[in-house]
């Protein structure tokens, strides 16, 4: 599983940790660094199932430093996956993703559910 995170993000860092202490296998990907491209950003909108707008950060600073809120309403879904793939900070994190689904931010118990009772 790939596990994409910021690792000053506290949210990223209690994520981790209970992937650590439920033995959970995962690739760590620090999405500042190393962020998603279109190809996967798509991949993840799919897996998880969720809207596209659910992948911003819009606690980010860059988000509204961007003022996103107002534009993106304004924008086709292929614009806002280029966004989304031009900087890590501007997506939600963490992102756990196996073969077929993608946790989009940490709730434990939704994370649990997934990779533990199922």
């Known amino acids: 599983m790939d ?3 910021y690792p000053k993000c506290s949210t ?3 994520a981790k940790k209970w992937l650590d202490d439920n ?3 995962y690739r760590e ?3 500042k660094t190393d962020h998603p491209d279109a190809e996967t ?3 993840l909108v799919r897996k998880s199932g969720l809207p596209l707008k659910r992948l911003f950060n819009t606690s980010g600073m860059l988000y509204r430093s961007m003022q996103l809120s107002e534009r993106l309403p304004k924008t086709t879904e292929e614009e806002q996956i280029t966004l989304l793939s031009s900087d890590g900070m501007l997506v939600k994190r963490p992102i756990l993703a196996g073969d077929s689904f993608a946790l ?3 709730r434990q118990q939704d994370w649990e559910k997934r990779l533990i009772n199922s």
């Open 41 to 43: 950003i798509r991949e």
């Open 29 to 31: 990907i620090n999405i």
């Open 12 to 14: 990223c860092q209690k």
């Open 104 to 106: 989009v931010g940490f």
């Open 3 to 5: 596990f994409y995170c």
């Open 23 to 25: 033995r959970i296998a």
